[in-house]
């Protein structure tokens, strides 16, 4: 049988009656002969307790250039343990392991401290030879380390990348991620009980998914999943060793034979309404608002700009995280001297409600659905913005749920 990466969660490794847990399913798959790489994250709340223990210590300085190398030393310690207590109950299990840590396999990093990028591990370290020769591999997720031999971690989350990288290096058939739900779902289910198990989605999809707040995978493990055509599999380490769990495949879109033109409705409260009234309407004008927002690190999401008639004046209305809004605000009212703008308005009772499909490629009359749907429950459409594969308004925030379970309805989502 072929090499298989198999990661388990912060959740998944929570105590050591759940570590003795996945030391069950690991050593069931071993047995049925695959050779294992197991690449684990801290204990559920160790990564922040690691992080306010290095901040106690540094004070606000904990990110800058003296400080950020000793910042991931502390923080990457998290996953040394579980690696080492998950090897230690595997060879309880009569099964061949030991511990991989960052520096060991040498997990090459490049780029800053606590926001490392991969950029392969050493052949030579004799992780392969390892685990084609029957003894798993329990692989610290989350750390790497840099060209200059010093320990450095990858961003919070980043044990999924860690997993997916080893899969590209091992050439792995499959990277299995293992977590606290059993699939992606067509939506959130705490608010749409009908959702559904996605069996297959696309990359694009998990990639517009994962961004938009479907909390399943680190952004970037799915863009480097996407890049080295990594099938990747999200499924529950909650079920028996021996049980169905099939999950969901992240695959590309050419794998799906059954497209849905809508295959997700995903929504984000954590959203910000900034409005200016009265902008100058000439060239230069967004360029200067847009480089002042970029330099203060507001990410931008919605911009909608619209010519107010005559006067030569329009109205722009853009939106940004509701934790970036007041630095927004700040910005442009420090700059309300250069005469951009007259006016100034920001609310954060809004909310991003997306559908999201690769199917919309290829077929009309998506926005047409989601319109009529949202104004069947009267509900005010704001914002609109829309890629090839997803269509987004903002709405009122009130109306969240409403609108999420009217479209997955609309969209024919719901299970029967
Ligand atoms: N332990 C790290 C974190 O909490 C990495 C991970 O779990 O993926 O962010
Ligand atoms: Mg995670």
């Not at 709340?45 to 990110?63: E, F, I, P, Q, W």
């Not at 297959?200 to 999809?205: A, D, H």
């Not at 954060?348 to 659905?369: N, P």
Request: with cysteine; charged share 25%; glycine share 8%.
């Amino acid at each position: 049988m072929g090499r298989s990466v198999l990661k388990f969660g912060g959740t998944s490794v929570a105590d050591l009656d759940r570590i003795a847990h996945v030391a069950d399913i690991v050593a069931h798959r071993a047995r049925s002969g695959e050779a294992l790489a197991v690449v684990v994250s801290a204990m559920a709340g160790d990564t922040n307790r690691l992080v306010s223990l290095a901040r106690g210590a540094a004070g606000d300085a904990v990110k800058g250039d003296q400080f950020d190398d000793e910042y991931d030393v502390v923080v990457a310690s998290g996953e040394q343990v579980t690696s080492g207590l998950l090897a230690l109950a595997l060879r309880r299990r009569g099964i061949a392991a030991r511990s991989w840590l960052g520096w060991q396999m040498r997990m090459h990093t490049r780029e800053g401290h606590g926001a490392a990028r991969i950029d392969g591990f050493d052949q030579e370290s004799g992780l392969a030879d390892a685990i084609d020769g029957g003894e798993v591999a329990v692989i610290a997720g989350f750390q790497g380390v840099t060209d200059e031999g010093r320990v450095s971690t990858l961003g919070r989350g980043g044990s999924d990348t860690t997993a997916v990288a080893v899969a590209a290096a091992l050439s792995a058939d499959l990277c299995d991620i293992y977590t606290d739900v059993d699939g992606v779902y067509t939506t959130d289910p705490r608010i749409v009980p009908q959702a559904r198990r996605l069996t297959k989605v696309s990359y694009e999809e998990m990639l517009e998914m994962a961004s938009l707040g479907a909390k399943v995978l680190q952004t970037r493990s799915v863009e480097l999943a996407m890049n080295n055509k990594v099938s990747v599999r999200v499924l529950s380490s909650f079920a028996a060793p021996e049980d169905d769990n099939p999950g969901t495949l992240v695959c590309s879109e050419e794998e799906i034979v059954e497209k849905q033109i809508v295959n997700g409705v995903t929504y984000s409260r954590d959203e910000a309404k900034v409005t200016l009234y009265g902008m100058e309407d000439k060239p230069g004008i967004s360029a200067r608002l847009f480089s002042l927002m970029a330099r203060a690190g507001v990410n931008v999401d919605m911009i909608v700009q619209a010519n107010a008639r005559g006067q030569g004046r329009a109205n722009m209305v853009f939106t940004c995280t509701s934790a970036d809004s007041d630095k927004a605000r700040a910005i442009l009212e420090h700059h309300r001297d250069e005469g951009l703008f007259e006016n100034l308005d920001v609310t954060r009772d809004v909310a991003k409600v997306s559908v999201i499909g690769v199917g919309m490629k290829s077929h009309t009359g998506v926005a047409e659905t989601m319109f009529e749907a949202l104004f069947s429950k009267n509900i005010n459409i704001d914002v609109i913005s829309t890629s090839e594969i997803k269509i987004s308004v903002l709405i009122n925030a009130d109306y969240t749920e409403l609108a999420v379970r009217a479209l997955h309805t609309a969209f024919d989502l719901d299970a029967s």
